[in-house]
Every structure is written in C-alpha cells, then in structure tokens.
C-alpha cells in the first residue's frame, strides 16, 4: 500500500483575455481582493492563435498572464474558477461594453511538474473536480523546458508564453524552499 501524503501547495496563474485594457485592470483589482498580492505578471500577449473568442468577445484580444503570491492547496482550484466565471458576470453587468464576454478570466495553477487549466468544459483528456468544473493537465516539465499534448492550445505552445511559465515554476521552487526553511 503507498503511503497518503499532502501534496505541495501550488502557484494560482490566471490569463486574462479582453480587448480592453480597462478589463484587465479590473480582473486584476478584483482578483487580488479575493486571491491576494500578485508575484508576477506577464506582459500583455497579442492574442492571435484562434479566432474561437471573436463573436463573443470582439476583435484585436489581448492576453495577460497574472501569478499570486500565497500558494494554495490544489484542491481548491474548482471554486476559484467558480469565483472567475461570477467575476465574468460582474464585469459585464457593469462595465458598458458591446460584446457579449468583454473578459475572459482563465485560473489554473503551477506545480513543479506541470501547468494545469480548470474549464467548464468536459473532454476525454479532462478530469471532473467538482460543481461542473473539469481539469487538464496543459504542459508538462520534463527535460529543463515546457511539453505540450494533442490538446494543448496552441497559445500555450509559445516560447514567450512559456518562458512567463518558466518564471512562475522557479517563484514557485523558492517560495517552497522558504516555506520549508521557515517550517523545518
């Protein structure tokens, strides 16, 4: 029999994808209110891999990348799309936007093994968390760099992209190691 053990805490990460610079000043005010200081943030990504978000969300999108500071338990990571999909919701209410998404708030979180996505969203490479939230294992760490799969977007699949990831995955080593040496 394998012996139980707690997982490590992981990094929250959210993208945010909007055309509108005002959204994700917003998203990013809301989510610090509920999720804390933010570690790190990427630069704002031209979004151009797929014109999927187009008829909800308008045109010329652009994407941010957003790591917290606190650590969390990864367990916890349904209810924190949950939040995202409310905030969603707020912000269209009351923001005076035409489109129907005007943000989109994507959370997920960083181990040292891998990137892993929550959606709404059932696949067959998808797991059920819980209250219809699924998770996807989106890259892999192995050889020193990020891997994708056959579902990985291929937004994801980019070397700036991934070098923001590269970012959060050592943050996330060395708040451990601090953890550890503050808690021996």
């Known amino acids: 029999m394998g012996k139980i053990e707690q997982p490590k805490p992981v990094l929250l990460i959210a993208a ?9 000043d917003w998203t990013i005010e809301q989510s610090q209110i509920f999720w ?3 570690a790190l943030k990427s630069p704002v990504f031209d979004f151009t891999e797929t014109g999927f978000y187009t008829q909800s969300m308008g045109a010329g999108l652009r994407k941010q990348f957003l790591a917290y500071e ?3 338990d990864s367990s916890d990571i349904a209810s924190t799309k949950l939040r995202s999909n409310e905030w969603e919701s707020a912000y269209r209410s009351y923001a005076d936007h035409p489109e129907q998404r005007p943000v989109n708030i994507d959370p997920g979180y960083i181990t040292e093994a891998k990137l892993v996505l929550v ?9 059920y968390l819980q209250q219809g939230i699924y998770a996807e294992v989106t890259l892999f760490y192995r050889s ?3 891997q994708h799969s056959r579902w990985t977007y291929p937004d994801y699949q980019r070397e700036d992209f991934q070098e923001f990831f590269t970012q959060c995955r050592l943050h996330l080593r060395q708040a451990i190691r601090d953890e550890r040496a503050r808690h021996p």
């Open 70 to 72: 606190p650590l969390i």
């Open 36 to 38: 804390g200081p933010i």
């Open 16 to 24: 945010v994808t909007s055309r509108y610079q005002e959204a994700l």
């Open 119 to 127: 959606t709404t969203k059932d696949r067959d490479h998808r797991v």
């Open 144 to 146: 020193k760099q990020w």
